[in-house]
């Protein structure tokens, strides 16, 4: 929600360390009663009740992995003038989260969802004018001390992860894969970064290359996450899926709603 520099934390179900999860059972039978209890103000019986459920499935027992961080997008931007009129929003009903802001006359946004029906992140930033979009996007791993906690995490420097360096593709991809040491288990993530109008280059910032855009009416940013495999058979594969996917917002959304509802 930073208006000068965003940071998405992404991760996936898989990144998890060491240990294996069971499968979640099915529980959606039980529902029905839980609600009524709850309905009926009887908070304490319904806890007792579904968590009663979930001992005699077996799934109680089941000890999570250690959180695996996975990956940053950095989105850096010089802002006009000041900013106002800063606010947050969560859809439920869509899974979409958002952050709107001003500089000057002209409005800015961000909207994020995950989508369930296409299995990948989709970004969109928007201004109400022309050529208003500018910035420079990076892919790295996340920093394991902000993830580090005593309870969930071992110390970053035992987590055995070794990353390579992003691929950046001047046609708007940027690539980036880890490896853990223990098992030489693959994971990595794959980005497409698509403008409306504007420009769009490799750079340089500091130490790191980035995708430079400048001078956008809009971006939409695709992101796919993947889990074992060769990086450069994934990398290939989430490229095209990620190509086949129409490069609108709207239309994305719209079908990932329908499965997000249901």
Not at 98 to 103: A, I, L, M, T
Not at 148 to 168: A, G, H, N, R
Request: aromatic share 10%; hydrophobic share 35%.
């Amino acid at each position: 929600g930073n208006v000068t520099r965003e940071r998405i934390m992404l991760n996936h179900k898989r990144y998890f360390y060491r240990r294996n999860h069971k499968p979640l059972p099915d529980f959606s039978a039980y529902l029905p009663e839980l609600r009524r209890m709850m309905d009926e103000g009887r908070y304490e019986e319904a806890d007792k009740f579904f968590m009663d459920k979930v001992r005699e499935s077996g799934y109680g027992s089941t000890s999570s992995g250690e959180f695996q961080p996975g990956f940053d997008l950095d989105i850096r931007r010089q802002p006009s003038s000041p900013f106002t009129g800063y606010g947050r929003t969560l859809n439920f009903e869509t899974g979409e989260a958002g952050v709107f802001w001003k500089e000057g006359e002209t409005s800015y946004s961000r909207s994020l969802f995950v989508s369930r029906a296409d299995n990948v992140v989709v970004l969109q930033m928007s201004a109400n004018g022309k050529n208003k979009i500018s910035g420079d996007v990076s892919l790295a791993p996340h920093d394991f001390m902000d993830a580090f906690t005593k309870s969930l995490l071992v110390s970053p420097d035992k987590l055995e992860l070794d990353f390579e360096k992003p691929v950046i593709d001047p046609q708007g991809f940027i690539s980036l894969s880890g490896r853990r040491k223990d098992d030489g288990t693959i994971f990595g993530a794959v980005v497409r970064i698509v403008p409306t109008n504007g420009s769009m280059k490799v750079d340089k910032m500091r130490t790191k290359e980035v995708l430079s855009i400048e001078g956008a009416d809009q971006v939409l940013v695709l992101i796919h996450l993947f889990y074992q495999g060769s990086p450069e058979e994934q990398f290939e594969v989430s490229k095209r899926m990620l190509t086949s996917l129409p490069a609108d917002y709207e239309s994305l959304l719209k079908k990932h709603a329908v499965l997000h509802n249901v």
